[in-house]
Nanobody, 125 residues
Framework: AQLAESGGGSVQSGGSLRLSCAASGLGYSRYCMGWFRQAPGKEREGVATINTFGSTRYAESVKGRFTISQDNAKNTLYLQMNSLKPDDTAVYYC????????????????????WGQGTQVTVSS
């Protein structure tokens, strides 16, 4: 399985970016997919998750600003990020793992078996 992120870059505070994650070879009938991020000097944290059924979960810090979505026909996961803040500066990772029921997937790293290489997002004030 492979995950490949794209769409990172530099933007000013208040700006927007859309991250994409192209997935291949996952082979799950039910899955969890998520976006995580790691800022310099900090631990990696969950940003948003989505499952097979479209149930989503967001970190409190991004609720109302970020939207996770998926295009199953293209095997692609997205993260639309609006109203970006300097605190959003981090390397953003796409992750995928086995899913279960309809409940939203947890944003814990152990849930996810496959990880992308990451894409840098830098927000300047």
């Amino acid at each position: 399985a492979q995950l490949a992120e794209s769409g990172g870059g530099s933007v000013q505070s208040g700006g927007s970016l859309r991250l994409s994650c192209a997935a291949s070879g996952l082979g799950y009938s039910r899955y969890c997919m998520g976006w995580f991020r790691q800022a310099p000097g900090k631990e990696r944290e969950g940003v948003a998750t989505i499952n097979t059924f479209g149930s989503t979960r967001y970190a409190e810090s991004v609720k109302g600003r970020f939207t996770i979505s998926q295009d199953n026909a293209k095997n692609t996961l997205y993260l639309q990020m609006n109203s970006l803040k300097p605190d959003d500066t981090a390397v953003y990772y796409c992750a995928a793992g086995a899913g279960y029921g309809y409940a939203a997937c947890p944003a814990t790293e152990s849930q996810y078996r496959y990880w992308g290489q990451g894409t840098q997002v830098t927000v300047s004030s």
